[in-house]
Nanobody, 129 residues
Framework: VQLVESGGGLVQAGGTLKLSCSAP????????ISWFRQAPGKEREGVSC????????YYADSVKGRFTISRDNAKSTAYLIMNSLQVDDTAVYYC???????????????????????WGQGTQVTVSS
């Protein structure tokens, strides 16, 4: 199974990008989906998470109020809308799928990249000042 991210690019600070994570032919609605990011020289960090159903969500403090996660199970696609982008948001963004967790278990389980079964290849987001 391969998750496919798209929507990254170069944007000025204050701008907006919408990332997509698609999984054709995958039992998408059985999986919690999270977005992680990794900047050069830094560890991969969790950004946001959405439950398989009922749209329960989690956001890291650094993006709360600026980013919105959503999903359309009929299209097997998850989204991350990133508003008011800052230079510090520059990173490769990855989506990941996990069958056992949910946003309520973020600290104990879903914050750990090793909890995830499937990953996308990543999409670069660059925010210029």
């Amino acid at each position: 199974v391969q998750l496919v991210e798209s929507g990254g690019g170069l944007v000025q600070a204050g701008g907006t990008l919408k990332l997509s994570c698609s999984a054709p032919g995958f039992s998408f609605d059985d999986y919690t989906i999270s977005w992680f990011r990794q900047a050069p020289g830094k560890e991969r960090e969790g950004v946001s998470c959405i439950s398989s159903r009922y749209n329960s969500t989690y956001y890291a403090d650094s993006v709360k109020g600026r980013f919105t996660i959503s999903r359309d199970n009929a299209k097997s696609t998850a989204y991350l809308i990133m508003n008011s982008l800052q230079v510090d948001d520059t990173a490769v963004y990855y989506c990941a799928a996990d069958r056992l967790g949910n946003p309520g278990r973020w600290r104990q389980y879903n914050s750990n990249p090793r909890s995830y079964e499937y990953w996308g290849q990543g999409t670069q987001v660059t925010v210029s000042s």
